[in-house]
């Protein structure tokens, strides 16, 4: 069983930053892909990223490109989502999971990122 929690989250301006943490409670680079996730009010789960076991790959979704990048630091666990240039269409809550093969299997209880105009 893994378990993840996230952290980071809060209230910034437009072209604001903000950097979100997310803690697991076993080692994560030698056993699971990383992603994070965001969900708005009355929308859809949406993918915004992941990040390969070895940290060498990355993947993002066309409306982040170029302003999130995601990171790890596998000896303290965890996983990084800086988020730079924000937007009100940002705003959403924001979930960390992990997993492998395509699936993930374990998510954290998420953490709000509100971003006004």
């Known amino acids: 069983q893994v378990q993840l929690v996230e952290s980071g989250g809060g209230l910034v301006q437009a072209g604001g930053s903000l950097r979100l943490l997310c803690a697991a409670s076993e080692r994560t680079g030698s056993s699971y892909v990383m992603g994070w996730f965001r969900q708005a009010p009355g929308k859809e789960r949406e993918f915004v990223g992941l990040i390969s076991w070895s940290g060498r790959n990355t993947q993002y979704a066309d409306s982040v490109k170029g302003r999130f990048t995601i990171s790890r630091d596998n000896a303290k666990n965890t996983v990084y989502l800086q988020m730079n240039s924000l937007k009100p269409e940002d705003t959403a809550l924001y979930y960390c999971?992990?997993?492998?093969?395509?699936?993930?299997?374990?998510w954290g209880q998420g953490t709000q990122v509100t971003v006004s105009s």
């Open positions: 999971a992990a997993g492998n093969a395509g699936k993930f299997s374990y």
